[in-house]
């Protein structure tokens, strides 16, 4: 069996008969608060939900970006694929970006890549998106007897943190989509045009900011 201590709780009392319920119950909590603490991917997926007003279109983008980090947070995992860190973490911050472009760009009369195969795009992203998480993962540390375990349980818990943040963020645009006077209020074109950019300041802030870490 394998516990973690935090600066939190510094100290465990050792069961007396250790159980593997123990140890996927501590790495999904974790996965779940790794992905609610993970701004960078709730803010990519927030951009998914404002850009692809289709429901089954955005069911098959959030799953394409599920399976896509998935291989690479259990590849990166065994040592399968590796990349440096800070260079990942600067891709994360421009797939955001170019999330605010495409809603920006996004016409009635013109169906960009992004909305006629979102999944493509979110598959793509979601590789590098997985390797953030493999990066975290390393830093909390992985039981040597339990590796399969864990990773499978840090895996369902972001699986679940992300299903519970798009359940909420969803709700939150479907109202700003019901009829407040004449217009729903996501229907009103500056308003879109506004959140993207706001998507793209934050995301814009955070790849320079982690470029000029390269250094």
């Given at each position: 069996?394998?516990?973690?201590?935090?600066?939190?709780?510094?100290?465990?009392?050792?069961?007396?008969?250790?159980?593997?319920?123990?140890?996927?119950?501590?790495?999904?909590?974790?996965?779940?608060?790794?992905?609610?603490?993970?701004?960078?991917?709730?803010?990519?997926?927030?951009?998914?939900?404002?850009?692809?007003?289709?429901?089954?279109?955005?069911?098959?983008?959030?799953?394409?970006?599920?399976?896509?980090?998935?291989?690479?947070?259990?590849?990166?995992t065994f040592g399968w694929i590796s990349l440096p860190g800070a260079p990942v973490e600067a891709v994360i911050a421009l797939s955001i970006v170019f999330l605010a472009v495409e809603i920006i760009s996004a016409r009635d009369d013109e169906r960009r890549l992004?909305?006629?195969?979102?999944?493509?795009?979110?598959?793509?992203?979601?590789?590098?998106?997985?390797?953030?998480?493999?990066?975290?993962?390393?830093?909390?540390?992985?039981?040597?007897?339990?590796?399969?375990?864990?990773?499978?349980?840090?895996?369902?818990?972001?699986?679940?943190?992300?299903?519970?943040?798009?359940?909420?963020?969803?709700?939150?645009?479907?109202?700003?989509?019901?009829?407040?006077?004449?217009?729903?209020?996501?229907?009103?074109?500056?308003?879109?045009?506004?959140?993207?950019?706001?998507?793209?300041?934050?995301?814009?802030?955070?790849?320079?900011?982690?470029?000029?870490?390269?250094?």
């Amino acid at each position: 069996m394998s516990l973690r201590l935090t600066a939190d709780e510094t100290s465990v009392l050792l069961p007396e008969d250790p159980d593997w319920q123990s140890v996927f119950s501590a790495y999904a909590g974790l996965g779940f608060e790794h992905i609610l603490e993970g701004w960078d991917h709730l803010l990519f997926l927030f951009a998914l939900l404002v850009l692809i007003p289709d429901f089954w279109r955005l069911v098959g983008a959030v799953t394409a970006f599920t399976v896509a980090h998935s291989l690479t947070l259990v590849a990166s995992t065994f040592g399968w694929i590796s990349l440096p860190g800070a260079p990942v973490e600067a891709v994360i911050a421009l797939s955001i970006v170019f999330l605010a472009v495409e809603i920006i760009s996004a016409r009635d009369d013109e169906r960009r890549l992004s909305q006629t195969a979102p999944w493509l795009v979110t598959f793509a992203f979601g590789l590098l998106h997985g390797l953030g998480f493999a990066g975290a993962l390393k830093e909390i540390g992985l039981p040597q007897a339990d590796i399969p375990l864990a990773l499978l349980a840090f895996n369902v818990g972001v699986e679940l943190g992300q299903l519970v943040f798009v359940m909420v963020a969803a709700i939150a645009l479907s109202l700003l989509s019901l009829p407040f006077g004449r217009r729903a209020v996501m229907s009103h074109r500056p308003v879109v045009v506004v959140m993207a950019y706001a998507i793209g300041g934050v995301s814009s802030y955070w790849l320079i900011e982690r470029i000029v870490s390269f250094t």
